[in-house]
């Protein structure tokens, strides 16, 4: 049981470029999430995900797009990127059945230059 | 504007005493308030949920408490250990299983 793993673990893009991250968990949880945590800044939500299929967006979503097409997977893209998207990005998974405990994966590094 | 304040500064405490962090928040009406751990290159842990018509909740050494009135959680670690240093982040809910955190606080046990 691997939890929530993300992939990369580390990336470093040149402005301009895109990329996709990669959030998969195993518990078979309907709710999935991507935050982006900025030193001196707590984690904000970018997009969400209430079900398979499924997206919305949350607090800071300019720049980014999701998709959800299977339960156990979360892809988050950044279509051009920009030196203000280096941060360090989380996904959590969170269990439909009402503990709201929500479970985090190890993150990933990115760096714009 | 909505806020969720926590101390900016770290929290250095001698080891066996205990660290008590806050979290006040503003324009909030969490139905229930979290606390999670964060170590340094990793993603946050669970620790505990206490939701807005309990007081006080306790896990091991662990307490908090939720003060709907003054909009205000204490997170208490008692017998503080080396082991307990982290960043301690409170998360409040926002509605639709989404959470609001704070910034985070710092804790350093001194041995």
């Known amino acids: 049981n691997a939890g929530v793993t993300q992939t990369p673990k580390f990336r470093v893009l040149k402005t301009g470029q895109s990329m996709t991250l990669l959030c998969a968990q195993d518990?078979?949880?309907?709710?999935m999430y991507w935050y982006r945590q900025d030193p001196g800044m707590g984690l904000r939500l970018i997009h969400y995900?209430?079900?398979?299929?499924?997206?919305a967006k949350g607090e800071v979503p300019d720049g980014y797009n999701v998709s959800r097409l299977k339960k156990q997977n979360f892809l988050l893209g950044l279509e051009s990127a920009a030196p203000s998207q280096t941060s360090v990005y989380f996904c959590?998974?969170?269990?439909?059945?009402?503990?709201?405990?929500?479970?985090f994966g190890p993150g990933t590094r990115l760096t714009v230059t | 504007s909505q806020k969720i304040e926590q101390n900016s500064e770290a929290l250095n405490i001698q080891e066996g005493k205990t660290a008590t962090l806050t979290c006040n928040y503003t324009n909030y009406s969490p139905a229930y308030l979290q606390w999670y751990r964060q170590d340094p290159g990793r993603g946050p842990v669970f620790l505990l949920l206490?939701?807005?018509?309990?007081k006080e909740k306790r896990k091991e050494r662990l307490k908090v408490t939720f003060d709907t009135t003054l909009k205000q959680s204490l997170f208490h670690i008692t017998a503080s250990q080396p082991a307990d240093s982290a960043t301690y982040l409170c998360a409040l809910d926002r509605g639709n299983n989404r959470l609001a955190f704070g910034k985070g606080n710092q804790v350093v046990v001194i041995p």
């Open positions: 995900s209430v079900g398979e299929g499924t997206t």
């Open positions: 206490i939701r807005e018509n309990e």
């Open positions: 518990m078979n949880h309907e709710y």
């Open positions: 959590a998974s969170l269990s439909q059945y009402g503990s709201y405990e929500q479970y």
